[in-house]
């Protein structure tokens, strides 16, 4: 199973967002244990990095978590038709849609956001990360045993 997460829950795991922090830690949780195989596209790792600098103001750190979870998740690759086809989509929000067309090249089950209203036209399911759980734990696997991340 594979699953792009995106930007919104690796910020709400490093800033821990009150009513968001403890599901996005259980999906990496979920990707560390090799439950899923996790991956962010190299535009999320960019803003990540944007994003965490302001919030942190420490280069250094910043790159310490990049480090961190890049050693849990990888990084999908993306390529021009990507791009082409994130144009032509019917996505409204045009970086949802480069997400949405990476993942269907990529052959990736769900993306993982909280933003599922973005990709109601998305070829590859949107799932909110509670829902990710639920249906993960519906579907046998455990987290028990395995190191959470927050």
């Known amino acids: ?10 910020i709400d ?6 009513g ?19 991956f962010f596209t190299p535009n999320s790792i960019c803003d990540i ?9 420490d280069e250094k750190e ?23 086809n994130a144009v ?4 409204s929000d045009y970086e949802d849609a480069v997400i949405a067309a990476t993942a269907k090249r990529n052959r990736i089950d769900f993306i993982i956001t909280r933003n599922t209203k973005d990709f109601k036209e998305s070829p590859v399911p949107a799932l909110t990360p509670s829902l990710f759980i639920e249906t993960s734990l519906k579907a046998g696997w455990r987290m028990d045993g395995i190191n959470g991340i927050v």
Not at 1 to 10: C, F, V, Y
Not at 13 to 18: A, G
Not at 63 to 76: E, G, H, K, Q
Not at 88 to 91: I, L, P, V, Y
């Open 1 to 10: 199973m594979k699953a792009i997460i995106d930007t919104n829950i690796a």
């Open 88 to 91: 032509e989509s019917d996505m």
């Open 20 to 38: 968001f922090v403890e599901d996005a830690a259980k999906v990496f949780t979920i990707c560390a244990g090799g439950l899923v195989e996790g």
């Open 49 to 57: 990095h944007y994003i965490l600098k302001k919030y942190l103001h």
């Open 13 to 18: 795991l490093m800033q821990k967002r009150d």
């Open 62 to 84: 910043v790159r310490r978590c990049l480090s961190s979870w890049l050693d849990i998740i990888n990084i999908v690759d993306l390529k021009p038709e990507d791009i082409v």
